[in-house]
């Protein structure tokens, strides 16, 4: 089945807000897309719930173990042919019209490789709004800021944006790679925006389009995130030290 976008999913131990994610797609996603959900070794029969659907454009890849976010992410790629591709949390929930501006906001320049819309939880404060500042160093705007009308509302080229939702382009990977699979968990969206950046690309936030996004359901364990955080944050400050003097 030809589609204009494969939406890739990745799960693991959210069941119930997997099937939430997936129902919000299925209402709000009128566009011709595939939807591949890649389970990293769940425990809570999320693959048979999933696998219950039975939706004809819904493909499930079961891993026996936590394979880490970056590899589940390129098994999702791989596995779909479209071509863009966004890469989505299971803790996101999308609402009426979330795709077009994404999709739009992308085929509007051919030298743009990454899109993110503005993400914000139940309370409605902000999770995502773009990552700002420069290489050395950058940060999430406005996080857990309340959300408000005119607030980070323009479309604008950042640092990198959430990956929570992460719109790229499938022509781009012989050049841009895949996610590089030394990370773990966290960071390596960030180092795709900086790969796409070093190549001459942009990264582009788009708050035309606005999704729930429920934040940290996979892993409670404060403290494995931590240790997980800092793994990544050190690899990824060696891998680009080059430029961490430039803007």
Request: aromatic share 10%.
């Amino acid at each position: 089945m030809s589609s204009m976008i494969d939406i890739v999913v990745v799960s693991y131990n959210t069941r119930d807000i997997l099937l939430a994610c997936l129902n919000s797609l299925r209402v709000h996603t009128p566009e011709d897309h595939r939807l591949i959900v890649v389970d990293n070794g769940s425990r809570d029969d999320s693959v048979q719930a999933v696998r219950a659907l039975a939706w004809e454009h819904l493909l499930i890849i079961a891993n026996s173990e936590n394979r880490g976010y970056a590899k589940a992410c390129n098994q999702g790629i791989l596995a779909g042919s479209s071509p863009f591709i966004i890469l989505l949390n299971s803790d996101i929930v999308v609402t009426q019209g979330w795709l077009s501006p994404l999709l739009q906001c992308m085929q509007g320049d051919p030298r743009i490789a990454v899109v993110g819309p503005k993400l914000i939880d139940r309370r409605g404060r902000i999770t995502g709004a773009g990552i700002v500042g420069t290489n050395e160093n950058h940060w999430p705007r406005g996080y857990m800021e309340q959300d408000q009308p005119g607030k980070f509302d323009q479309q604008e080229d950042c640092i990198s944006v959430c990956g929570a939702a992460y719109l790229i382009r499938r022509d781009l990977i012989p050049e841009l790679g895949l996610f590089d699979e030394n990370y773990v968990f966290y960071f390596e969206e960030t180092d795709y925006s900086f790969q796409a950046r070093s190549k001459g690309y942009r990264v582009v936030y788009c708050p035309q389009s606005k999704i729930y996004h429920l934040s940290g359901q996979s892993n409670r364990n404060h403290q494995q995130l931590r240790v997980l955080f800092e793994e990544s944050e050190r690899y990824f400050r060696a891998k680009w030290l080059h430029v961490m003097d430039h803007v």
